[in-house]
């Protein structure tokens, strides 16, 4: 079955609740609290919309909006698949980029772009008595590097590594399969490039 307007993805989980402390201790975050920070926001494609041309293949990995698994009733199409709605040139399209299965390489779709922060802070947040309450992070400056070159770098002409500036609340983050943590955005959100 080859969907028309989406993509359909294959869900094994849909968030990162375990985690492992320093002290090799590991906790089960109750996400019913807080589902935002452990969502999984990447899946195995399993469907290409009929009626997009896309740089996706069946096996690729899907990176999507954080919706996807926060409202599984409203997304999933049966056991374990869901589909994550893709319009290249709208911002209701919560398909954001495929990775390919064979290279690992990043493929933007429709004109996303990634950027990776540089200038964020991150530290571990415990009690006195040593009990982990979570991270602390502090944005020190709103600029970032381009993560990789897609459709909606070429229109600003940036290249991979460029530090720009963007403009303030249009920093979703998403962190990809390979531990990555990137901020999702569209081309008009970047204000300026750092020469």
Known sequence: MQPLYDFHIKLEQYFKDDFKLSSGLVLHKDTRFDDFEGRISFAEIIGIPKKFETPAALGDTLVFHH???QEPEKYEVGEGVARVSYDPLNYQGQAYAAIDKETGEVKMLGNWVFLKAVSRKQEENTSASGLFLGHKTE???Q????????EGTEELGLNAGDLVGYS???DYLIT???GD???RMKPDDIIYKVN
């Open 67 to 69: 919706h996807i698994n």
């Open 139 to 141: 944005e020190v400056k």
């Open 143 to 150: 600029e970032a590097t381009v993560y990789c070159e897609g």
């Open 168 to 170: 303030r609340n249009s």
């Open 176 to 178: 990809l399969p390979n």
């Open 181 to 183: 943590e990137v901020y």
